[in-house]
C-alpha cells in the first residue's frame, strides 16, 4: 500500500508534466516528447518504486505550477469563477506539498517568485482601479499563503488528534511530549536506584562540573571590574568561573527560593523534584548564583554569570534555575549515588537559558 501511493504519485506524474508544456505554450509533439522523457528519466522510476516521500514532493511541485498556469491564463477573466478555482487549487496543492515535507518550500518560493512578477505587471497597468489592484493583492496573500499555512496547521491537529499512543518513534521527541501520550504498552518509566544510592534534598552540597570542559563551578571573593579594557562595564558582582581543579570554593548548596538579601541555606531538607526551581548558595562566600542582563566578561553576546552581592538593589536579582535532569522525567524524585555523576542542566528562570561555560 505504501509503495502503491509512490508510484500512483510517479505515474501522474508524467500528464501532469504534459499539461504544463500545453500550458507553457508547445505543441502536442513537445509536450508528448517531454511526458515521454519523464516516463525513461532512470532516477523518477526508482523513486516511484521505493517507499519514501520524494515521489509525492515532485509530484505536487509540478501539480502547483501547473495549477498556477491555469490560473495565469484566466488572468483577462480576473474574479471569476474560474480565476478562484484555479488559484485556490494553488494554494491546495502547496498546502498539501508543505504538509508532506519541508523541502516543499522551494516550490512555494518559485510560486511566490511567479506571483511577485504577476503583480507587478498588474502595478504597470494604468487603467487597473487601485481597489481592484489590493483586492488582487489580498486574495493572492489569502490564497497562495493563508490556505498553505492553514493546511499544514490543519494536518499537524488531524495528526496529534489522531496519534495518541506511544510507539516505536519516541525516542525522537522530547521527554514532555512523551509524558502526553498514552499507551497500555509503554508504561511510564520508573526509578532504577543505584545501590547506596539517596534522594537529592534541599541543603544538600555538591560540585557542578561541566561536561564539555572538564571544570568545576566556582566562586571567589574577588568582583567584577567596574569597567573592562574595551569600555563596557560590569555589574561589580562577585565572579563565577569554570575552574578545572578541585577546590573548596567549588562547592554549592541547594536551597528553596527564598529572600535575596538572605542566602542561609535553612532546615529544608525535603526532597527536590525535576523540573523544580532552585536557587544555588556559593557555600565558601554565602552568595546566590545570579545572572542577568550584563554582557559577559569574555563573550559578549551572552549574559553575566556572578553571585550577587546586594548594592542597594542597583541590581535586580535573578537567582532562580530549574533543575532538568536528563534521566528524570518531570516531577520525578532526583537520585544520585557517590561516584556516579548526575546529568542535569541549570535553566535561567528569566533568559530561559541553560547555564553553560565556553572555551576561550
Given at each position: ?40 528519466d ?25 495549477c498556477?498556469?491555469?490560473f495565469?491564463?484566466c ?57 481592484d ?11 497562495l ?51 547506596n544510592?539517596?534522594?537529592?534534598r ?56 527564598g ?18 526551581t ?10 546566590l ?12 553576546v ?5 553571585a ?44 530561559k537559558q541553560?547555564l ?5
Amino acid at each position: 500500500m505504501m509503495r502503491a501511493l509512490s508510484a500512483l504519485a510517479g505515474s501522474l506524474l508524467i500528464p501532469c508534466v504534459y499539461q504544463i508544456m500545453i500550458e507553457m505554450g508547445f505543441s502536442s509533439r513537445v509536450a508528448l516528447l517531454a511526458g515521454i522523457f519523464t516516463i525513461l528519466d532512470n532516477s523518477l522510476v526508482i523513486q516511484s518504486r521505493v517507499i519514501m516521500l520524494d515521489s509525492c514532493v515532485i509530484f505536487l511541485t509540478y501539480l502547483s505550477i501547473l495549477c498556477y498556469l491555469k490560473f495565469y491564463h484566466c488572468r483577462n477573466k480576473a474574479f471569476s469563477e474560474t480565476w478562484h478555482k484555479w488559484l485556490i487549487l494553488t494554494g491546495v496543492a502547496l498546502g498539501c506539498l508543505l504538509g508532506i515535507k519541508y523541502t516543499g518550500l522551494f516550490g512555494l518560493a518559485f510560486i511566490g517568485i511567479l506571483t511577485l512578477c504577476d503583480l507587478w505587471q498588474l502595478m504597470g497597468d494604468i487603467e487597473l482601479a487601485l481597489v481592484d489592484l489590493s483586492l488582487h493583492i489580498l486574495l493572492r496573500g489569502i490564497y497562495l499563503l493563508g490556505i498553505p499555512v492553514l493546511f499544514n496547521i490543519s494536518l499537524f491537529y488531524i495528526h496529534l488528534l489522531l496519534l495518541t499512543q506511544s510507539g516505536p518513534g519516541d525516542a525522537f521527541v522530547s521527554k514532555a511530549f512523551r509524558s502526553s501520550l498514552q499507551s497500555t504498552h509503554t508504561p511510564h518509566p520508573q526509578i532504577e536506584t543505584l545501590p547506596n544510592s539517596t534522594l537529592l534534598r534541599y541543603g544538600t552540597h555538591l560540585t557542578l562540573r561541566s561536561v564539555d570542559l572538564a571544570c568545576w563551578l566556582h566562586s571567589h571573593p574577588h568582583l567584577y571590574p567596574l569597567k573592562y579594557p574595551d569600555g563596557r562595564g560590569s555589574s561589580y558582582q562577585q565572579q563565577v568561573t569554570c575552574y578545572e581543579f578541585k577546590d573548596s570554593n567549588n562547592v554549592w548548596a541547594v536551597r528553596r527560593p527564598g529572600d535575596p538579601n538572605n542566602a542561609a541555606i535553612g532546615n529544608d531538607t525535603s526532597p527536590i523534584k525535576n523540573n523544580d526551581t532552585i536557587e544555588l548558595v556559593h557555600v565558601a562566600s554565602n552568595k546566590l548564583l545570579n545572572s542577568h542582563d550584563v554582557a559577559a566578561p569574555l563573550t559578549p553576546v551572552n549574559q553575566e554569570v556572578a553571585a550577587y552581592i546586594n548594592y542597594s538593589a542597583q541590581f535586580v536579582p535573578y537567582l532562580h534555575w530549574r533543575l532538568d535532569v536528563a534521566s528524570s522525567w518531570p516531577g520525578d524524585l532526583i537520585f544520585w549515588s557517590p561516584g556516579q555523576p548526575l546529568k542535569l542542566k541549570l535553566i535561567h528562570e528569566q533568559s530561559k537559558q541553560a547555564l553553560g561555560v565556553r572555551e576561550h
